[in-house]
């Protein structure tokens, strides 16, 4: 007999990476296990291009209400189900009204969360509305589930200050879809790049001035790339800036020879899930990363890419690998293998079943 799932998620399939790389990419498996899932994201594709906009108050609002009654749908028939998977938040509004009902309502509830969500980090379309989130909600939120799924050993430890039954189930990739193309990679100019959103391209920013020195060192022989803000401008360095799309990602990562993850040493970062650097080492792209919470595990340094703290570190780190095409290999093959190991959908799939299948008991 089938369990029934209803997802209560932000976002259409597809389009959050938190969503892909938490769980869509396990679906196919659970429904092999005897699993359906009913989806419920709050944005459509037209509300998700009017949310994110700066502006729009009228619209915004318009968009929240509608939220709201579209979770009100869902508790009337959270009872039919046999689990609720709530992602981050039922709600983008500060209330838990929506995971407490879930809870109660006959369901076993799964929360899933892979951030410092009781941290405020607002899109910058959306900075005034802060004072709305609440995120200090999430440890209510945490309390009131069966199971809490965690990215990593902070954010697992963080979640069980308010619920014992907590699974740490890192975020992985399918390697199977991120594979090395070396064939993209590899010629006479070395291409940097970065990956991320609109909200963390200011990590990336943090480096201009070491990437200029780059720039001044090495002139034509390198080059530079970010991919997830096309509007992203800057003229020393320059910097070719694309759009994400599911059906490029994985080429342009492979276009990378060195990958890029800069991060600062605060409570919001150390929550992170260093998924950049499982994308990088996924593609055999040896990667240079802040040594910022599982940053530290996941990029061996000496291994499989290069720790960095100071900007003289990230420069010095940069001229080895640009320097050195045979040590870029080298590091690849091994960030690919360990991945392979320890942070793909294959090595995780059975540990993200059990974690759906105990509290069913």
Not at 25 to 32: A, C, D, M, N, R
Not at 37 to 60: C, H, I, P
Not at 299 to 307: E, M, N, P
Request: glycine share 8%; charged share 25%.
């Amino acid at each position: 007999m089938s369990k029934r799932v209803l997802i209560l998620v932000a976002h259409r399939k597809g389009r959050s990476p938190s969503q892909r790389y938490r769980f869509e990419q396990y679906l196919p498996f659970l429904e092999s296990m005897g699993y359906t899932f009913d989806w419920s994201n709050l944005l459509d594709v037209q509300a998700d291009k009017d949310f994110y906009a700066t502006g729009g108050a009228l619209r915004k609002v318009g968009i929240l209400l509608g939220h709201v009654w579209h979770r009100l749908r869902d508790w009337r028939r959270m009872h039919t189900y046999d689990i609720v998977f709530i992602q981050r938040e039922a709600l983008f509004l500060g209330t838990g009204f929506f995971e407490h009902r879930a809870y109660r309502s006959g369901a076993r509830v799964i929360f899933d969360f892979d951030d410092a969500i009781w941290k405020a980090d607002t899109s910058p379309g959306n900075q005034k509305w802060e004072w709305v989130k609440r995120p200090s909600k999430f440890f209510d939120n945490a309390a009131h589930a069966h199971v809490v799924l965690a990215g990593n050993a902070y954010l697992a430890e963080q979640a069980r200050k308010v619920n014992q039954n907590v699974v740490l189930v890192p975020t992985t990739v399918d390697t199977t879809i991120h594979r090395p193309m070396p064939q993209l990679r590899g010629g006479p100019v070395v291409c940097i790049g970065w990956s991320g959103s609109v909200s963390t391209v200011k990590h990336f920013m943090s480096l201009l001035p070491v990437l200029r020195r780059i720039e001044q060192r090495y002139g034509h022989k390198v080059r530079f790339r970010l991919l997830g803000d096309a509007n992203f401008r800057s003229e020393h360095p320059v910097v070719e800036a694309l759009a994400w799309t599911e059906a490029t990602e994985v080429e342009v990562l492979n276009s990378f020879d060195i990958g890029l993850m800069p991060l600062p040493d605060d409570e919001w970062a150390r929550g992170k899930c260093g998924l950049k650097a499982l994308t990088y080492l996924a593609c055999g792209v040896p990667a240079i990363v802040s040594p910022v919470g599982v940053n530290a595990d996941i990029v061996q340094s000496g291994v499989s890419g290069l720790h960095a703290v100071s900007e003289d570190d990230w420069f010095k780190a940069l001229c080895t690998l640009i320097d050195d095409a045979s040590l870029r290999k080298q590091f690849g093959e091994a960030g690919r293998k360990f991945i392979e190991a320890h942070y793909s959908v294959e090595a995780n799939k059975h540990l993200y079943l059990e974690a759906f299948e105990k509290r069913l008991k």
